[in-house]
């Protein structure tokens, strides 16, 4: 088949799609505002300075391409492609407004439910997804019918860590950070990416905890000193080579929130990856998913962690025997088998 894709970040949800279908010969062309990690493996790759540009595009791959499979947030490329063809168009949901943030718990100037995604996803002629209870969400609130898929963010297996760096053991967090001061009015339901009140508790507690994210400011810096280990923002391949040197992963928050409870995360199965479990916190969908495959554990509290923090070894073994299976080429044929239902 031939592909192209569409992403405003070129987040790494798209690499980890994009090469096992190309390993499989299927041609995987990219159509985005910055270019993403390993960009030299795709077929080829048009990097947009703005809208005109990405028309622009839509319309040179419009007659080489079977199937566009654009990837939120935001979710408008939809829109912009069915204005330009009439090939299907499937809207990958990455992330929603509408699991930010609960109906009975709904602060003021807080978004559930905005235009830009409301639209795309009627207008999409399928859509795919990180858990099922994501897609569940989105399609009762929407009443949504198009066909659907699932697909958690698996990591292609030549991801995969043997060889480990200098050991650093400790808590590891890696993904995005927001402080308090910045997840306020419309941001509200950003705060499950507050991790100072976590970072403190494992400071109380004598526990290391490392934080690898893409931020570098001062704000940030300074809130963390003291707290946490901060390491230096590195590519994907470096990140998961990193992670080996840590005892566990850390996966949802200290405190409960709608997004952990009902989202899936690229990190975890970057841990995986890396050969490190991960632990869970107030995080249903992964709580669920490390309980069932026996590769990791399920915690309420920092402290709860403390006391069972020996089981990182047992857990390790575990994780070894089953990780390949969550490698994303023995998933892959499901995308392929959703793209067909189109075409």
Known sequence: MKITMLSYHGCIRVVKMALPLLKKGHEVNLITFRLPSQSKKFTSIVVCNDMENMQEAVKIYEPITDIFHCHNEPSWFVTMVKELTSKPVILDVHDTFLTRSEPENQI??????????????????GLNFCTDYVRDDVYKHYNLTQPSLVLPSYVPANWYQYDGLEWLGGLVYEGKV????????????????????LAKQCTEMNMAFHIYT????????????????????????????FLTRHDWGLVGNSFRSSQWQRTSSNK????????????????????????????????????????????????????????????????????????????
């Open 178 to 197: 927001m402080l308090k001061t910045e997840t306020v009015g419309i941001s509200a339901g950003f705060n499950y990416c507050d991790y100072e009140d």
């Open 108 to 125: 003021k100037g807080v978004y559930r439910e905005i235009t830009d995604e409301r639209n795309n996803f009627y207008l999409a002629d």
């Open 214 to 241: 893409v931020r570098t400011d001062n704000a940030y810096l300074d809130t963390y000193k003291g707290i946490a280990l901060l390491h230096e923002p590195c590519g994907i391949l470096d990140l998961v080579s």
């Open 268 to 343: 975890m199965f970057e841990y995986i990856a890396a050969g490190i479990p991960p632990v869970v916190m107030n995080a249903q969908w992964s709580a669920g998913f490390v309980n069932r495959e026996e590769v990791g554990i399920v915690v309420e509290s920092v402290e709860e962690l403390g006391k069972r923090w020996g089981e990182h070894r047992p857990q390790r073994a575990n994780l070894v025997k089953r990780r390949y299976d969550f490698a994303m080429e023995n998933h892959i044929h499901e995308l392929e088998e959703f793209y067909k239902v189109f075409l």
